[in-house]
């Protein structure tokens, strides 16, 4: 079984700048759409962060990270994500946990956490004010 591997994160100071990168555990393995999405503390619910169609490299983000984040991807072997993270905001503190999928979904379901079937353990996001 295949797993997402997850790295970057940490402690940033609001403004500051972070990547976050996702890739698989089996190198030949690829995806059809791979993402983050994020759970602020204390908070149930997860929510897209950005997402990006692998082949094509249509985006989508959330509407609090537009204009301040850039989902790109590995346009070789298709399996590697990265989450350029900039201005960060103290709001922005969570868990963000890297999804994808290697099954085709159509693009107006993207937001939602059902069209992923692999979750990595989630990468801590901390910022200060």
């Known amino acids: 079984q295949e797993r997402l591997v997850e790295s970057g994160g940490g402690f940033v100071q609001a403004g500051g700048s972070l990547q976050l990168s996702c890739t698989v555990s089996r190198r030949a393995f690829s995806f059809y759409a791979m993402g983050w999405f994020r759970q602020a503390p204390g908070k149930g619910e997860r929510n897209l962060v950005a997402?990006?169609?692998?082949?094509?490299?249509?985006?989508?983000y959330g509407e609090s990270v537009k204009g301040r984040f850039t989902i790109s991807r590995n346009t070789t072997f298709l399996n590697t994500a990265y989450l350029q993270m900039n201005a960060h905001h103290p709001e922005d503190t969570a868990t963000h946990f890297c999804?994808?999928?290697?099954?085709?979904?159509?693009?107006?379901?993207?937001?939602?956490?059902?069209?992923?079937?692999?979750w990595g353990q989630g990468t801590q996001v901390t910022v200060a004010p």
């Open positions: 999804v994808a999928t290697a099954k085709k979904f159509a693009w107006s379901i993207v937001g939602e956490e059902d069209a992923y079937d692999y």
């Open positions: 997402a990006i169609d692998m082949s094509g490299g249509t985006t989508s």
